[in-house]
C-alpha cells in the first residue's frame, strides 16, 4: 500500500505521531470537524495517523473496507461481542475458541443476559441445531489455536447469511497471508496482531476489519466509549512489523513442516496438530480456504501426564517456556498446570498435549532440542515427578 511520504518530509519510515490531541485552527474549523468525527483528525482516542495507517493496510490485507485497531486482541474481541450482542442474545462458539474470549462470554452471560452455546466439532449440522430465533452470532477460530481443527468458513457464512446471523472469526493463527475470511463470507474479522502480524513479541494490540456499515456500530459504542484503543508507538511497532509478514510466515511455516517431519518419527508421539496432518476431510476444507501454514501446533505424549509435560518442557533449551507466540523465538507450553486435567478432559484435551510456536531459528537447532526433551522423559511412568 502507498505512503504518505511527502507528509512526513519524505521519511521513508512512517513517523509516530505521538500526541493525544489535534489543535483546529479556530473554533468553527472545530465544530465542522466534530461533525465529521470519525473521519477527522481530534483526539487520538478516535482517530490518529500512524494508527490509522495500520489500520487502512491491515482493511487491505483482509479485503475488508474498514478495520479498527484495539489496544489488545482482547480489546478487539470484546469490541466485537459487546457492539453485537444485546442481553438474551444467543451466539454460537465454534471449535476450541480461545479461552479468554470463552471466559467473557460466560461473564457476559452472567452479567447481561445473553446465552451460549459452543460447537466443539465445528460440524455444519451441529451448528444448525444449535440455532434458536435467538442467535445473532457465530464466532468461529479457524484453524482453533490448541487443537488446530478446522472449519468450513464458506459453508458456516451461508448457513448464517440465510439466517441473518453476523459471523464473527479470529483469523489470528492464519494471517490474512494464508486465509483472508471476509472473501468466504465472513461479517467480522479479528486478530491478536500481538502474534504474527507484530512479529516481534514487542507489542500487545488487536484489530477488526468489517465493512464500513458494521464498524460504525463498533466504533461507535466500544471503540470510542469503551476505549481500549491502539497507541500511536505500539501502531508504530506493528506497521514495522507488517513490512517483513511475508518473508516471516513461509519461514515460520518451513520451519514448523520440519519439526512436524521429525515428531512424526518419534514412537512417544501421536496426535500432531497441524493442518498438514489433518484427515482428508478437513485437508479438502484446508485446500478451498487456506493458502499456507503457521507455525503454532499441538502435539500429544503418548500416555503423557502433568509430569511427563513438565519435564519435556523444562529440557528444553532453544523452545522458551511462554504462553504467547507468533515471534522470532520459538516457544512450548502444555495446556495441562496440574491442577486442571477435569477442564482440558471437558474440552477433549489429552492431558499429554505439548504446543509448540515455531519460530525463525535454524529447524536442526529445534529439533536438536527436542530430541534431548525426549531423552528426559525416556522411561518415565505415570505419576512420577
Ligand atoms: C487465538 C488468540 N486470539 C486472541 C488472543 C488475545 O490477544 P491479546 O493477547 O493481544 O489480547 C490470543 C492471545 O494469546 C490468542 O491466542
Redesign the pocket.
Known amino acids: 500500500m502507498d505512503e504518505p511520504h511527502e507528509l512526513y518530509f519524505g521519511a521513508v519510515s512512517p513517523p509516530v505521531i505521538q500526541t493525544s490531541l489535534f489543535v483546529q485552527k479556530n473554533y468553527q474549523a472545530y465544530c465542522d470537524d466534530m461533525l465529521h468525527e470519525a473521519e477527522r483528525f481530534i483526539y487520538s482516542r478516535g482517530l490518529n495517523p500512524t494508527v490509522q495507517m495500520v489500520e487502512q493496510k491491515l482493511a487491505k490485507l483482509e479485503r475488508g473496507e474498514a478495520c479498527r485497531c484495539f489496544a489488545?486482541?482482547?480489546?478487539a474481541?470484546s469490541a466485537v461481542l459487546m457492539a453485537n450482542l444485546n442481553a438474551r442474545d444467543h451466539i454460537i462458539l465454534v471449535n476450541n475458541v480461545?479461552g479468554?474470549?470463552m471466559a467473557l462470554v460466560r461473564q457476559m452471560a452472567e452479567k447481561y443476559g445473553i446465552t451460549y452455546d459452543v460447537v466443539l466439532d465445528g460440524n455444519l449440522d451441529s451448528i444448525a441445531r444449535k440455532i434458536t430465533p435467538d442467535t445473532r452470532m457465530i464466532y468461529a477460530?479457524s484453524p482453533g489455536?490448541m487443537t488446530m481443527n478446522v472449519v468450513d468458513l464458506a459453508a458456516i457464512a451461508r448457513l448464517a447469511r440465510a439466517r441473518n446471523i453476523t459471523t464473527a472469526i479470529?483469523n489470528?493463527?492464519a494471517t490474512p497471508l494464508f486465509q483472508k475470511p471476509l472473501t468466504l463470507g465472513f461479517d467480522i474479522v479479528i486478530h491478536?496482531?500481538?502474534?504474527y502480524l507484530g512479529g516481534h513479541s514487542d507489542l500487545?494490540?488487536?484489530a477488526v476489519i468489517t465493512s464500513q456499515q458494521r464498524m460504525a456500530a463498533i466504533r461507535d459504542f466500544s471503540h470510542q466509549l469503551l476505549g481500549a484503543v491502539l497507541s500511536p508507538f505500539a501502531a508504530w511497532l506493528l506497521l514495522r512489523g507488517l513490512r517483513t509478514l511475508p518473508v516471516r510466515m513461509p519461514r515460520h511455516q518451513e520451519n514448523a513442516l520440519r519439526v512436524i517431519e521429525y515428531l512424526a518419527t518419534r514412537p512417544e508421539v501421536e496426535n500432531i496438530r497441524h493442518p498438514c496432518m489433518a484427515t482428508p476431510e478437513q485437508q479438502a476444507i484446508i485446500h478451498q480456504q487456506m493458502s499456507g501454514f503457521s507455525g503454532l501446533f499441538s502435539f500429544e505424549i503418548r500416555g503423557g501426564h502433568f509430569a511427563t509435560v513438565k519435564r519435556f518442557i523444562d529440557a528444553c533449551r532453544i523452545f522458551k517456556v511462554g504462553?504467547?507466540?507468533g515471534g522470532y523465538e520459538s516457544l512450548i507450553i502444555s495446556p495441562n498446570r496440574g491442577y486442571n486435567e477435569a477442564g482440558l478432559a471437558a474440552d477433549h484435551i489429552a492431558p499429554g498435549l505439548i504446543r509448540l510456536s515455531v519460530g525463525q531459528e535454524s529447524p536442526a537447532l529445534l529439533t536438536d532440542d527436542l530430541d534431548t526433551a525426549f531423552a528426559a522423559i525416556a522411561g518415565m511412568h505415570k505419576g512420577e515427578a
Not at 489488545?72 to 480489546?75: E, K, L, Y
Not at 491478536?192 to 502474534?195: A, E, G, I, L, N
Open positions: 489488545s486482541g482482547m480489546g474481541i480461545y479468554p474470549a477460530e489455536t479470529d489470528t493463527w491478536s496482531c500481538t502474534k500487545i494490540a488487536g504462553c504467547s507466540w
